[in-house]
C-alpha cells in the first residue's frame, strides 16, 4: 500500500471523528436550551402565583384594617355620645339639688316663723323630749352596752393572761433555810465533826450556820435562814473535804476566803438574770445590787427568781397588747432592786430602787415602770401596768408564796437583831429553826460575869419584842484566842 492512501484514510477517519463531536455538542446544546427555557418558564410563572397570593393577602388585611377603624370610629363616637350625656345629667342633678336646697331652707324658714322658734332651738327641744320620754331605756341600753364591751373585754384580758402564764411555767424553790452537800464517803463526816466536836464547833462558829449530821448516807445538811451563809459554808465544806485538812484555823481561813468569793458569785448572778430575759447595758454595780437579790426572799419567795419571773411575763403581755417588749421586761427585773439595799439605807425598796436607777442613768419609761407595783406611784404608762400585772401574777401563783415563811425569815432576823444591839457582841446567829441562838463576844470587853449577864438580857429582850412558840436556848460563847510565833 502506497503512503497517499493511507492518509487519505485517517484524514478521512478524523473527519468523521470531529464531525461527531460537533453533532454531539450540537445536540447536548439544543437539548441544554429546552430544559432551561422550561425552567425559567417554571420560575416565571410560580413567581406570577405567589405575586396573586400576596396580592390577596394585602387584600383581605387592608380590608380586616378598614372594618377594625370603622368599628372604633363607631365605638368612639359612642362613648363621646356617653360622655356628653353623663355630663347633661351631672348639670340637671346639681340643678335639682340646689333647688332641693333652696326649697329645704325656704321650708325651715317658714317652719321657724309658725313655730316662732330656730332650727338650733327646735333641736334641743326634741332632744330634750327624746331624753325625758325614753331616758331610762336609753340609760338601759347604754349600760347593757357597757356591760357587754366589759365582758369582752375581761375576757380578752384573761386570754391574754392565761396565754402568758400557759407560755412561762417556772418551777417555785422553797427551801429557803438548808442546803443539802454531797460527801465523798461516809468517813468524812468523821472529819467534819472532829477530835470533840472541835471542827463542827470551829466551823458552825466561823460560818454561822448549822451543820445536821443523820444517818442519810453520804448527806450533810446546813441550816440557816441566811442564804449567804449557807453559799459560803457549802463552798467552804467543798473546799475543806477536797483538800483533806480538815482542822479549827484551816476552817477559819477557807470560811474567810469564801466570803470574798461570794461577792464574785453575786454579780455572776446579776449577769445570768439579766441575760436571761434580754437585759442588756447594765452597769457592774446594777448588775451586783441585781445578784445579791439572790439571797434575799420575800414571803418565802427567791427576789432574784421572781424578779425573772415578772420580767419574762411582762414581755409577753407587753407583745400581745402592744406596748414597748424591752421597757416591760427591764421595769418588772429591776423593781425590786431597792430590796438589795433596804437593810441598810432608809425608805421603801420602792423609793430606794429609784434613786438607784435616776443614780446609774437608766432611761425615766423604765422607772416609770416599775415604781408603780405597789401602787406608791400612780400609773403613768401602760408599761408600769404591765408590771403590777406580772408582780400580781408571779407572787400570787399556787406555792410561789408563804406568808407563814416569811414571818420565820424576820422571826429569826428579829431574834439576831436584838443580841447584836449589845454592846461587846461580836456576831449572833439564830439556829435550830429558831429555837437557838449563839451569841459570840468579845473576850477582851466582856468577863465571864458580863456573859451570864448578856445571856439574861437577850433572853429578856425576846420574851417582851417576840412572839414565838415553845422556848429559845440563849448561848453566848466567850473564847480567848492566844497566838504566838516562832522566829
Known amino acids: 500500500m502506497s503512503i497517499t492512501p493511507l492518509v487519505a484514510f485517517f484524514a478521512t477517519l478524523i473527519f468523521i471523528g470531529v464531525l461527531g463531536m460537533i453533532s454531539g455538542y450540537f445536540l447536548y446544546y439544543v437539548r441544554a436550551?429546552?430544559?432551561?427555557?422550561?425552567?425559567?418558564?417554571?420560575?416565571?410563572?410560580?413567581?406570577?402565583?405567589?405575586?396573586?397570593?400576596?396580592?390577596?393577602?394585602?387584600?383581605?388585611?387592608?380590608?380586616?384594617?378598614?372594618?377594625?377603624?370603622?368599628?372604633?370610629?363607631?365605638?368612639?363616637?359612642l362613648i363621646t355620645e356617653r360622655q356628653r350625656l353623663v355630663q347633661e345629667h351631672e348639670k340637671e342633678t346639681e340643678s335639682e339639688y340646689k333647688e332641693l336646697q333652696d326649697l329645704r331652707k325656704e321650708h325651715t324658714s317658714k317652719l321657724e316663723d309658725i313655730a316662732q322658734i330656730s332650727k338650733e332651738e327646735a333641736r334641743e327641744n326634741l332632744q330634750k323630749n327624746i331624753e325625758k320620754e325614753y331616758g331610762s331605756a336609753l340609760a338601759a341600753q347604754m349600760k347593757r352596752l357597757e356591760k357587754q364591751n366589759k365582758d369582752i373585754l375581761n375576757k380578752r384580758a384573761q386570754e391574754i393572761l392565761v396565754s402568758s402564764i400557759q407560755r412561762y411555767g417556772n418551777s417555785v424553790e422553797?427551801?429557803?433555810?438548808?442546803?443539802?452537800?454531797?460527801?465523798?464517803?461516809?468517813?468524812?463526816?468523821?472529819?467534819i465533826i472532829g477530835k470533840e466536836g472541835r471542827n463542827i464547833k470551829a466551823f458552825e462558829r466561823a460560818s454561822g450556820v448549822q451543820l445536821i449530821i443523820d444517818e442519810t448516807p453520804n448527806t450533810i445538811m446546813i441550816s440557816s435562814f441566811d442564804p449567804i451563809r449557807r453559799v459560803v459554808a457549802k463552798h467552804a465544806l467543798d473546799e475543806l473535804l477536797a483538800d483533806g485538812r480538815v482542822q479549827p484555823a484551816r476552817i477559819e481561813s477557807v470560811i474567810e476566803q469564801n466570803k470574798h468569793k461570794v461577792e464574785?458569785?453575786?454579780?455572776?448572778?446579776?449577769?445570768?438574770?439579766?441575760?436571761?430575759?434580754?437585759?442588756?447595758?447594765?452597769?457592774?454595780?446594777?448588775?451586783?445590787?441585781?445578784?445579791?437579790?439572790?439571797?434575799?426572799?420575800?414571803?418565802?419567795?427567791?427576789?432574784?427568781?421572781?424578779?425573772?419571773?415578772?420580767?419574762?411575763?411582762?414581755?409577753?403581755?407587753?407583745?400581745?397588747?402592744?406596748?414597748d417588749t424591752y421597757t416591760a421586761k427591764m421595769g418588772a427585773l429591776l423593781h425590786d432592786i431597792g430590796k438589795a439595799d433596804d437593810h441598810t439605807v432608809e425608805g421603801s425598796h420602792v423609793d430606794i430602787g429609784r434613786s438607784i436607777l435616776r443614780k446609774e442613768g437608766i432611761d425615766i419609761a423604765v422607772i416609770q415602770a416599775m415604781q408603780s407595783h405597789h401602787e406608791e406611784?400612780?400609773?403613768e404608762t401602760v408599761e408600769?401596768?404591765?408590771?403590777?400585772?406580772?408582780d400580781s401574777i408571779s407572787g400570787g401563783r399556787p406555792g410561789a408564796r408563804s406568808d407563814v415563811a416569811d414571818m420565820y425569815l424576820k422571826k429569826l432576823d428579829g431574834i439576831e437583831a436584838i443580841a447584836q444591839e449589845i454592846e461587846g457582841v461580836q456576831s449572833a446567829y439564830a439556829l435550830s429553826a429558831g429555837r437557838e441562838i449563839r451569841i459570840f463576844?468579845?473576850?477582851?470587853?466582856?468577863?465571864?460575869?458580863?456573859?451570864?449577864?448578856?445571856?439574861?438580857?437577850?433572853?429578856?429582850?425576846?420574851?417582851?419584842?417576840?412572839?414565838?412558840?415553845?422556848?429559845?436556848?440563849?448561848?453566848?460563847?466567850?473564847e480567848t484566842k492566844i497566838v504566838d510565833y516562832a522566829k
Open 33 to 77: 436550551n429546552r430544559q432551561q427555557k422550561k425552567t425559567l418558564d417554571t420560575i416565571t410563572k410560580r413567581e406570577e402565583e405567589s405575586r396573586a397570593q400576596a396580592f390577596e393577602i394585602i387584600k383581605k388585611a387592608q380590608d380586616s384594617a378598614e372594618r377594625m377603624r370603622a368599628s372604633l370610629e363607631k365605638e368612639k363616637e
Open 174 to 191: 422553797n427551801d429557803i433555810v438548808s442546803t443539802v452537800v454531797k460527801l465523798p464517803s461516809e468517813e468524812s463526816k468523821g472529819k
Open 264 to 323: 464574785k458569785i453575786i454579780k455572776e448572778k446579776g449577769l445570768e438574770a439579766a441575760n436571761e430575759v434580754d437585759v442588756v447595758g447594765l452597769s457592774d454595780e446594777l448588775l451586783h445590787k441585781l445578784g445579791a437579790l439572790f439571797f434575799r426572799y420575800s414571803y418565802g419567795q427567791n427576789v432574784l427568781q421572781h424578779s425573772v419571773e415578772m420580767a419574762h411575763i411582762a414581755g409577753m403581755l407587753a407583745d400581745q397588747v402592744g406596748a
Open 377 to 379: 406611784y400612780p400609773y
Open 384 to 390: 408600769s401596768i404591765l408590771v403590777q400585772v406580772a
Open 441 to 478: 463576844v468579845n473576850p477582851d470587853q466582856v468577863d465571864d460575869y458580863q456573859a451570864k449577864k448578856i445571856a439574861r438580857q437577850v433572853a429578856e429582850k425576846i420574851e417582851q419584842e417576840l412572839k414565838y412558840p415553845g422556848e429559845i436556848k440563849v448561848h453566848v460563847i466567850r
